[in-house]
């Protein structure tokens, strides 16, 4: 399986955004899964469901941060931006409340999370978005020997 399919996998059975990517890269990592799920949590739609930057995005700069702790600030601000525009250049944007809006749900900013029921999951690119932001990734990690 992939890491995009575990990040979509992860999504699917009811973590946030930013979870699900970072813990598609838990074995890579030297922290504890229960750890990763909680650093991740607050990042869920756009952090904290404020609809800024995309869950999977924050995921993905989480993981290079631990992945790749031997780069400088700026080499590592020059990778995070990387995946950031790559991800922007697949899907029109970075930032959750464009995805949503793109894709016609209503961005909602309220603190309360949705329910995750199948009309939730039918109408939102959130799954896809895992699986994209986690390829890009992946694909970064693999030109760096990280995996």
Avoid at 77 to 97: D, I, M, P, T, W
């Amino acid at each position: 399986m992939t890491r995009a399919q575990i990040a979509r996998e992860n999504f699917l059975s009811g973590y946030n955004c930013a979870q699900a990517v970072l813990l598609a890269f838990a074995d890579l990592v030297k922290v504890d899964r229960e750890t990763l799920e909680n650093i991740a949590r607050p990042f869920g739609g756009g952090f904290a469901r404020l609809r800024e930057v995309c869950g999977t995005v924050s995921g993905a700069a989480m993981t290079m941060g631990l992945l790749f702790s031997e780069k400088s600030k700026s080499e590592l601000y020059a990778l995070v931006q990387a995946h950031a525009n790559a991800f922007k250049e697949q899907n029109g944007s970075y930032l959750c409340r464009e995805l949503l809006d793109g894709a016609g749900v209503r961005a909602e900013t309220a603190p309360t999370a949705e329910a995750r029921t199948a009309a939730y999951y039918h109408k939102r690119p959130c799954a896809e978005l895992c699986a994209c932001s986690a390829a890009i990734l992946e694909e970064l990690c693999a030109q760096y020997g990280k995996i």
